[in-house]
């Protein structure tokens, strides 16, 4: 017993080592990982907004959906973007801000050859810094728009510079203080360069939450273009045809899911509801029969039942 | 404790991004929206991959020399959120960056940190 205990006074220990053994894990990236031949690149056409009349989180996130294509000021962004009273904006804030504007962030691999791969797909990308020292973070978002391997520098699109040219190692620096954070903003046709599969889906499922089912539709047709019969992005492709109310349509991408994973119970509780919207009651009805008998999950039980609920009542006021 | 709060503080953290998964949705009433099959897979994922650790011999020698019944430790993993399942692999994760973390830090380190985060302690504690 009092063996036991001792292993459990010993995993009080666990922080301290945690501590230790991570101080050394992180492998920092660094200019010479850089694809061979890479050859140097900078999206010069990239528009400038300058920060004096906007704070760098507007000023930096209206620089890359301007390049991908959506009209949008920083005065626009500030609003959705600035806290006043933190003087900054936060991440998350620059993704929703992203997605309100019909396009997709994607956070890319902390590394500078990941940059350098979205830079020579003609995407910038924003990048948090921190320019002051750990114990007094000054942090700033700017935009890397080029990366010249010759003379080892990194061009940015930063506070009132509209090109500011750093030493790479400087940059690794101060954007591994902001823990290698990166976005690309792509537009809903387009894949990022060495997509992450989930990361992506990720992204592409909160453009959906954001309500903007016309874009999942495209990002969803894109994925499916990269990953052909995905049973995710059949799914996604299926609810967002049922979001844009093309019933039909979306019944028929339903159906192509589940011909080939017809224990995919989610998706046949949708079809059902499709099948509902289209007054097809009893054929809804009949799925959410067939989805009852091979679930046992309880919490996909429950809402299916309520599902079939919901159909009964319609069925009923239908009449 | 201090360790308590870590993990709490994580699984905010990690809430955050997961939040907006499972069913939650601004479409159709009922409509179970892409994020619910995106979680269950990562789930999957996580418990193949966790399952693959504890099979391991010198880690199944570590369970057995503290008395922990592998498929005890399994149907706790189980019983975990996804958010947590994910937090916990995390807490590995961010041991080693790549590479073998068993190999890396020790079969008895990885073994005291899995029975810590799925509570197997607790009940120890208890005795």
């Known amino acids: 017993m009092f063996g036991a205990q001792r292993v459990f006074d010993g ?18 990236p660094s200019v010479s990982e850089l694809p061979s031949p890479a050859g140097s690149v900078e999206l010069e056409d990239t528009p400038f907004y300058p920060q004096e009349r906007y704070q ?68 910038p990308v924003l990048v948090l810094q921190n320019l002051g020292v750990a114990a007094i973070p000054r942090w700033h978002y700017a ?16 506070g009132t510079d509209r090109r500011r040219v750093t030493r790479a190692k400087t940059f690794l620096r101060t954007w591994q203080r902001g823990d290698y954070w990166g976005m690309v903003v792509l537009a809903p046709d387009e894949l990022p360069v ?25 990002a969803w047709a894109t994925a499916l273009r990269n990953w052909p019969g995905d049973t995710v992005a059949l799914f ?20 192509d899911l589940l011909e080939r994973d ?37 919490a996909l039980e429950q809402e299916l039942t309520d599902t079939e609920a919901t159909i009964q009542r319609r069925k009923a006021g239908g009449k | 404790m201090g360790f308590e709060k870590t993990r709490g503080a994580l699984t905010r953290l990690i809430s955050v991004s997961i939040i907006c998964m499972g069913f939650a949705q601004v479409a159709p009433a009922g409509m179970i929206g892409t994020g619910y099959l995106l979680e269950d897979e990562s789930r999957a ?33 189980g019983a975990l959120s996804t958010a947590e399942l994910l937090e916990l692999e995390g807490r590995l994760d961010s041991q080693v960056a790549g590479g073998d973390i ?24 208890s005795f």
Request: with cysteine.
């Open chain 1, 56 to 123: 760098c989180g507007p000023a930096a996130l209206a620089t890359v959906l301007a390049q991908s294509g959506a009209a949008v000021s920083p005065e626009n962004l500030v609003d959705k973007v600035y806290l006043p009273g933190r003087q900054g904006s936060l991440q998350y804030e620059l993704l929703a801000a992203t997605r309100t504007e019909g396009r997709l962030p994607y956070v890319i691999d902390g590394r500078l050859a990941a940059v350098w791969r979205e830079l020579a797909a003609g995407r």
């Open chain 1, 262 to 298: 017809g224990a995919a119970v989610a998706a046949r509780n949708n079809l059902a509801l499709a099948l509902a919207e289209q007054g097809r009651y009893d054929a809804a009805l009949q799925e959410i029969g067939i989805a009852l008998s091979e679930t046992d999950d309880s």
């Open chain 1, 143 to 158: 935009v890397v728009v080029g990366i010249d391997t010759e003379r080892g520098e990194v061009v940015l699109r930063s």
């Open chain 1, 236 to 255: 996604g492709r299926a609810n967002a045809l049922f979001a844009l109310r093309d019933y039909r349509a979306a019944e028929d991408a339903y159906r």
């Open chain 2, 102 to 125: 068993v190999g890396l830090i020790g079969a008895v380190f990885v073994v005291l940190l899995i029975l810590e985060l799925v509570g197997v302690t607790d009940i120890f504690k």
């Open chain 1, 194 to 218: 060495a997509a992450d599969r989930s990361r992506y889906f990720e992204a592409i499922v909160a453009l959906e939450q954001a309500g903007q089912s016309e874009e999942a539709a495209i």
């Open chain 1, 11 to 28: 995993s009080r220990l666990l922080p301290a080592l945690l501590v230790l053994v991570t101080g050394c894990a992180s492998i920092p």
């Open chain 2, 45 to 77: 994922a996580s418990i193949s991959r966790m399952d693959i650790l504890l099979a391991r011999e010198d880690v199944g020698r570590q369970l057995e020399a503290f008395g922990v019944d592998r498929a005890m430790v399994m149907e706790r993993l």
